[in-house]
């Protein structure tokens, strides 16, 4: 007797999932990501280069969603909490070639 509530209840269990999941809305359509982060080309300088041709990692800086967090007057405080590898040094050991927009910068 036992077994058949069990049974019995993991029939009514199975049922109300059945409906459950033909009562789910339709999902919409995945969207299209503008911006496609694998890239096999780098602009380095004045020309293209494979991406597996350069010695060192490549950073992108979502210039988005640093305009809506304000939270100096400099434009470029905080960078080095957002970009990867970017420590400042007393000595000046370890500079980086930051370019932005094809100029470069000083980090």
């Not at 909490?81 to 400042?88: K, S």
Request: charged share 20%.
């Amino acid at each position: 007797m036992k077994h058949k509530f069990i049974g019995l209840a993991i029939c009514v269990a199975f049922a109300f999932n059945v409906f459950q999941v033909s009562a789910q809305a339709d999902l919409p359509e995945a969207e299209i990501i503008e911006t496609d982060t694998i890239q096999k080309k780098v602009e380095v300088a004045f020309r293209s280069v494979d991406e597996m041709d350069l010695l060192g990692g490549v950073s992108v800086i979502d210039v988005d969603a640093m305009t809506k967090k304000a939270y100096t007057s400099s434009s470029f405080a905080f960078i080095e909490n957002l970009v990867g590898g970017m420590n400042g040094n007393i000595w000046g050991m370890n500079d980086l070639l930051v370019v932005v927009d094809g100029m470069v910068r000083d980090a």
